[in-house]
């Protein structure tokens, strides 16, 4: 039995060739979009997941409330926090630290043996207890003590290539910084970055016993101030974060009280995050230690998938319930001979699978054809082994199953339900009911249509107005130059003058932070004669005269540094005006006051800048004070010129020629913003291909659909021709239903995707406005795509001879 329905099947499958294709087109298009989506749907939910009881660790997080408002939300915290709480919880196994020191200063690195030093990022200090907390694959050494001892190193495998080649590295030393303050570090082991997907991304771990910061952050006693160190504890097997959460205020009250009074705090709040939900479920806390996504990314994706999907089943259920007049003859037949309507269910269910299980296996080739343009969008490295991941292979027969039970229970209600004797004398069309239920599928394909339409638009603008909004700084043909070593620092005046020498070099300064850094620096301010214990925070940057004409920055009132000035003189930005409630005009006279218990300093404000974008459109313009720095991290030049090539050559030579043994690293930083909107670009051609891929699907249908109406309306095509109707009018007849199901659509698209995109545009602090044109555009791209599909078929049986038609009656 089961044979013959196959066989009956696959020869229905044939015979109408035209259907079959469109659905088998549309059905393996949807599938190939389901298998990329989830392809990295699980790769994203697949971060910190190896770690040995993973779903017991978890980082501590802080939020600083002053004057009642939260003033600091970070990923970090206090150094002594995490050790604390092994100390006073018996639910907390274990503790450890992360220091991102790259985010503080730039630091060389090279082997002992080799004048070859780099910058290598994501250098990490952490506690002799990090591998006790987080699983590493490690290539060579003992992970128990890898990093017990002060100035001990362990290098991921890419570093370990870069600095010994296929030497192995174990117990070789490297040179790390440079000058007097160059440390001696020791290889105690080497492991495979590449092995595990987490939030933890370094590029060489450094023991925090090491002198230097890790001795700071080891010895560092205040539980308010410093909140730069990721923290995580692990707990036992049976406790609860959720219970040891609750614990948080009372332990900041036992361990903080007089450290927060001190520092002006008026509260401190700690959170715990699982560390499995870091990279899907924290994008909101500021400071994250590595790029993290956002789940709402991911149900916009699974959203996509399943809406490409859908409008595959619904091409499938239109052409098949609108074909049914075709089959009525066998049916009736069938029925008359003893078919019952669950044997014709099984049949037509049984046919729709076929169809579904052949895009099924058509898929998979091209999902691995497509996965080195997926990596490159997604900047992740899918490969075909993740396509046999049990869950993956689980959710394709799944989705097979599925669709071909989707698209064929309808149609094979409807066609098991004619009755022998109508489909006998006739082979009349079914009835107005399953018309009025295609017109609603087909409305519910331009409701799709019309409203990733709209989300592209959408979202092209909020990246376009991203590069494009004026800043408040010029970021056009800015060169941001590292400097990085105490030595390079000392000779930045030497530098300076070489660099102004170069033809195409309009103005050379410096700071400690390059725009789309982060900047972590801060200091707690209150006004004289205020209450300490309220202080507001305030960014803090180092820059050097000359800053503010190099990087494009208004000065509103004031002066600029000059070679005279000190620390204790600084330039505020508008919104640390507003936040201490000061006058512009009266800014001059104004001086900003910080303490830590005794110890009290003035600054006094010299100049007043216009609000810039030191960081992400995402984040509100924050207070800004700067500062005279002689010791800079960075150096900014600002050039004019055609040629950038010849421009870099003679920088670099005047680089090389005042500084012996340091890299020359650049970056242009319009290039570097740009990076901070990496998500949003790669959702925005993500959003393209996939409406492309629902519109020709969606398009695919309508083809199918007005073929068959076409086919349908032949002879009464041909009589209209013969009683002189126009190819005008024909054609009219048959697209006239069709764009009102596009003007129907488009009302109803349109409230709907102007929620979601909405929802969406929430998200960013600086972002567009969403105009009423939008969806008018999309309504017009949806009608413009309709008539031209439709149309052109309608045209096509308009101009046939009507003679051919009406031969046979």
Known sequence: MLKNYIKIAWRNLLKNKQQTIINLLGLTLGTVSCLIILLYVFAQLGYDKHHNEAESIYRVETIIERNGQDGFDSATSSPPIAFALKEDFAEVEEATRVVLT???????????????????????????????????????????TALDEPNAVVLSSYLSDKLFGSKSPLGEAIIWGSGDDALTLTVKGVYDETAYKSHLNPNYIVS?????????????????????????????????????????????????????????????????????????????????????SSSSYLYFLLSLAFFIQLVACINFINLSTARASKRAREIGVRKVVGAGKNALMRQFLGESLLLSIFAMLISIPIVFLLLPLVNDLTQESLSYVNLYQWQIVVILISIGVVTGLASGIYPAIVLSSIKPVKALKSSAILQSGSGTFRKVLVVFQFVVSISLVSTVIIIGQQFKYAQTKDLGYQKDNLLALRIGTEDASSKFESLKTSFLNV?????????????????????????????????????????????????GIELLKGRDFNVADTVDQIIVNEATLKVFNIDIEKALSVTLVQSYGDEIDELKIIGVVKDYHFASLKEEIQPLFLHKETEPNWLFIKVNTENYGQLLQSIEQQWKSTINNIPFDYRFVDKEIDKLYEEEKRLGLISVGFTILAIFISCLGLFGLISFV??????????????????????????????????????????????????????????????????????AFALMITILTVGLQSLKSAVVNPVKSLRSE
């Open 102 to 144: 790259d985010v503080f200063y730039s630091t060389l690195i090279r082997a002992a043996n080799s004048t070859n030093a780099y910058y290598e990022p994501r250098v990490y200090m952490a506690d002799s207890t990090f591998f006790k907390v987080f699983e590493f694959k490690f290539l060579e050494g003992d992970v128990k």
């Open 208 to 292: 925090m016993g090491t002198p230097g910061m890790g001795t700071f952050v080891q010895n560092f006693p205040s539980f308010a101030t410093n909140n730069f160190v990721y923290s995580y504890v692990k707990l036992t097997a049976n406790s609860s974060g959720l219970g040891l959460q609750n614990k948080m205020p009372q332990f900041m009250e036992d361990r903080g009280a007089q450290d927060l009074k001190d520092a002006g705090m008026s509260n401190k709040r700690l959170e715990l995050k699982k560390v499995t939900d870091i990279h899907l479920y924290s994008a909101s806390r500021k400071n994250q230690l590595d790029r993290v």
């Open 710 to 779: 076409a086919e349908q309306k032949k002879k009464e095509i041909g009589v209209r021709k013969v009683l002189g109707a126009s190819v005008q009018s024909v054609v009219k007849l048959l697209t006239k239903n069709f764009i009102k199901l596009v003007l129907i659509a488009f009302v109803v698209a349109s409230p709907i995707a102007y929620y979601f995109i909405s929802r969406w545009l929430e998200g960013f602090t600086y972002r567009i406005e969403i105009k009423w044109w939008v969806f008018l555009i999309s309504g």
């Open 503 to 551: 033809p195409g070099v309009l103005s050379v300064s410096s700071g400690n932070y390059a725009p789309s850094e982060i900047v972590l620096a801060d200091n707690g301010f209150y006004l004289p004669g205020g209450n300490k214990e309220s202080k507001t925070v305030v960014k803090r940057n180092g820059v050097s005269d000359g800053y503010f004409n190099t990087m």
